[in-house]
Structures are given as C-alpha cells and as structure tokens.
C-alpha cells in the first residue's frame, strides 16, 4: 500500500474528493426530494445499465446481531483513499449508480469506493423491527469499516437517510475522526427528526401508526394488505423522489422499483426512527473535518434549512445548495 501524504496536503486532497462526490449525488443523478415531478419526453438513459453495481466485487458483512449487509467494491484494494456510501430511506447502493459508474473513470487507482445496502434494504438482510434505528445505522456502518477498511484513510459520503448514519456513527464512534475518518459528505440530509419538516402533516396521520402497529404485531396481515398500506405510505415516498427538473422515465422507474422492492416494515419503522432521531451530538465530533454538505433547495424531507444549520455548526464545511431540487 501506498504511503499516505502529509496530513496537511492529503486532508486537501480528501476533502475535494468529498466535495466531488456530494456535488454529484446532489444535483440530482441519486434522488432530489421533492413532491411535484416531471418527466422529458426525450429519455437520455434509455440504454442506461442501472444494475451496473451488480457485477462489482461483491461480498458479505455479517453484523454482531446476525444480519448480513451486501456489499460491492470498486478499485484497487491497495488504493491510497477509500471512500464508503451509505444510500438513503428506502433505496439500496444502486442509488449510486452515476457515481460509481463516473468516479471510477474520474478517481481510477487512487480510490477505492465501497457501497453497501443498509439493513432491511436491497440484498441485506432483514432484522428485529426493534433494530430499525439510526444509532443501529451507524453500529453498522461501524461493522463495514472494521471488515472492507481497516487501515488508512477513509471518507463517508451518506445520502439522506445515509447522512444520518454518518452523524450516528460520528456520535458513537468519535475516536474514528479524524484520525481514521478524514471527511465526510452529508447530502440532503439533517441532523435532526423529520417531523420538523413539512412533511411533518404526513406524519400525523393515524394510518401511519397503524400500519407500524401491524408491522409489530401482525405482520402476516400487512404482507396480505401491502396495497393498503403502501398508499398510506406513498405521499411519503413520493416526497422522497424528484423536483421539478426534467427526469429521465428510465430514472425514474428505477428509483422507484428501488422503493416498491422495500419491505413495509422497512418503510415504517425508519420512517419512525427518522421522524424521532436527533443526532446533533455528532456535531462536535464532524467538526474535525472537511465535510461537504449538500442540498436542493425545494427538498420537502429534509429542507435546506436543515444543511444549512449543520454548516454553521461546522466550521471546516462546504454548503452547496442545488436549486430546482
């Protein structure tokens, strides 16, 4: 392996990298919330391989609690740098397909990406309803670090629901930062609950409750009813998905294949860890490094005022704010 840089100029260095790849998940190549969307008519990723991700060098971590987490690497195992993406509220690591598929070209030998599928999404495995929380989030984002990165420097880049790992991992595990952890990227993301937001009404619906009462306790019947309840859920995931722009059709229908494949006690419970999660705690310990924090400006889940209160609590950050998303 190669030796790293001085602290100094390589510190410059990760932080660009963090800022390239937040940029790029921002302007809307993963997912901009918002309620209204619009599709062109002249689709550009007709063609577009999405499962791209699918056939990287793929492996299996295993959680102290028993759940298995999909993982998939790009770049050389030796690379100098490596960079780990946890994806948001219900997506899995393809939601990061435009960043692995153009970092490799960009970054080559001097990055290793890692990307993973969080518990109860993707290819991971499922787990105690119990276990469907943000401080579980980052025990786990924990557990990939220790198996696909055990030495040298790292950067985290979360998106959404990903972001709040990362500050959850921030709060439990400060000693990681910034000898271990040299920046970060928090992309359209807040360090406190959701029900903040104006998403807020949505969440007060008792038919929300219901259906998390069902997930716990009769989850046999929420599998025979998966219609009812995703309609109860819907105007929340339809809240996670596109602005205005115009979004390519083949865009859209794998976002929202991503969201139809997640199981309904995955959207319930962390929809209600996220409605009650405050990680600001974290704070303190993000200010050690350069951290990049990204946002759209119409973004209904976690709106931009919720970036820009972590950027002023967080004096080495970059605040971006994407308009239209």
Known sequence: MRQPRSRQSNARWLAGAAGLTAVGTAAGVSAAPSMRRRVTNDPPYAAEDFYLLDADRGYVVTTPDGVDLAVREVGPEDARLTVVFAHGFCLRMGAFHFQRARLAE?????????????????QSGEASPDSYTVTQLGQDLETVLAVMAPRGPVVLVGHSMGGMTVLSHARQFPQRYPTRIVGAAIIASAAEGVSRSPLGEILKNPALEAVRFAVRYAPKTVHRTR???????????????????????????????????????????????????????????????????????????????????????????????????
């Open 106 to 122: 960009q970054w080559g030998s001097q990055v290793r990406m890692v990307f993973y599928d969080q518990r109860g999404h993707g």
């Open 227 to 325: 219609g009812a309840a995703k309609s109860v859920i819907g105007p929340i995931l339809r809240a996670a998905s596109y602005g205005d722009e115009k979004i390519s059709p083949s865009v859209v229908a794998f976002s929202e294949k991503m969201m139809h494949d997640t199981p309904i006690a995955t959207l319930v419970e962390f929809l209600h860890a996220l409605e009650l999660h405050d990680e600001t705690a974290a704070l303190p310990t993000l200010a050690k490094v350069h951290t990049l924090i990204a946002c759209g400006d119409r973004d209904l889940l976690t709106p931009m005022e919720s970036s820009q209160s972590m950027a002023t609590a967080l004096p080495k950050s970059e605040l971006v704010i994407v308009g239209g998303a």
